[in-house]
């Protein structure tokens, strides 16, 4: 069994799975990926997003705003710890800080991060965090916001070992998408390979970033296997242990139990 811990499945073109999420979610189980963090991205579609995946016990959400969205609602920590009370809701994000899109908002998005901690501790769920060209400034808000108490994940991570062991002190996991996959990403295959088993998780980001060999293609669920495969040979492993471990990882981080129900 995998787990997708970070994808985002309104944003999938339906069409080609037979115009359903029931598709997807069938060509994810063919490749034994039976479960699914779908991540928030803003306000206004959250409903829309909660209405898609109902059906399906296997998907959980989270609730935020990301550091990259221009338009919208603001984040609040009480609208944030409202939404973040339904059930389905497992953790808070995706916030953090994006200075390679925005640097011309970077006030804005630390305010806005700050105000997903916050809502983040007064929940008790932990935080999926997306950091771009803001190394220092994400570890240090982190840091100053108590974060690690509820701890969380740097999903997509595109940093190098210096950032990952930082973000290991600080209670986080570390997720890798088909990113680690791409040929120039040594840094990132290097932190794969050293990331502690019990901190490790993979992803999909989709509809974005699809693994080698389908760079280039809108991704989809199912394609966490070959960043699973990628990440075991990696690091001398089995596939089936990487499933094992990044699987019992999700589950412990984000409070869910191994039954989807
Ligand atoms: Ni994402």
């Not at 932990?126 to 701890?151: C, Q, S």
């Amino acid at each position: 069994m995998l787990v997708d811990s970070h994808c985002h499945l309104d944003r999938i073109e339906l069409g080609p799975f037979g115009g359903g999420l029931a598709g997807v979610l069938d060509a994810a189980a063919a490749n034994g990926v039976t479960r699914l963090l779908s991540v928030a991205v803003d306000l206004e579609s959250w409903p829309a997003l909660a209405r898609l995946t109902e059906p399906y016990p296997q998907i959980a959400l989270s609730v935020g705003v990301h550091p990259s969205e221009e338009g919208g609602r603001a984040p609040t920590v009480v609208e944030l710890t409202a939404l973040g009370r339904a059930p389905r809701v497992v953790a808070v994000g995706e916030t953090g800080l994006d200075y390679y899109h925005g640097a011309d908002r970077a006030d804005r998005q630390r305010d806005w991060f700050r105000v997903h901690i916050a809502a983040a501790r007064e929940l008790g769920k932990p935080l999926i965090v997306h950091t771009r060209d803001a190394r220092e400034d994400t570890l240090r808000i982190l840091a100053e916001e108590g974060a690690a108490e509820v701890g969380g994940v740097l999903h997509c991570f595109t940093e190098d070992w210096a950032m990952a062991e930082r973000a290991l002190e600080l209670n986080f996991h570390i997720s890798f998408s088909g990113i680690v996959t791409f040929k120039n990403a040594k840094p990132i295959q290097d932190a794969a390979r050293r990331v502690p088993a019990e901190r490790l998780l993979v992803e999909t980001d989709a509809p974005y970033l699809a693994p080698v060999p389908y760079r280039g293609k809108p991704n989809h669920p199912a394609w966490v296997r070959p960043v699973a495969e990628f990440v075991a040979r990696l690091r001398g492993e089995t596939l089936e242990r990487i499933a094992a471990v990044t699987t019992a990882n999700y589950l412990r981080l984000f409070g869910l139990r191994a039954e989807a129900a």
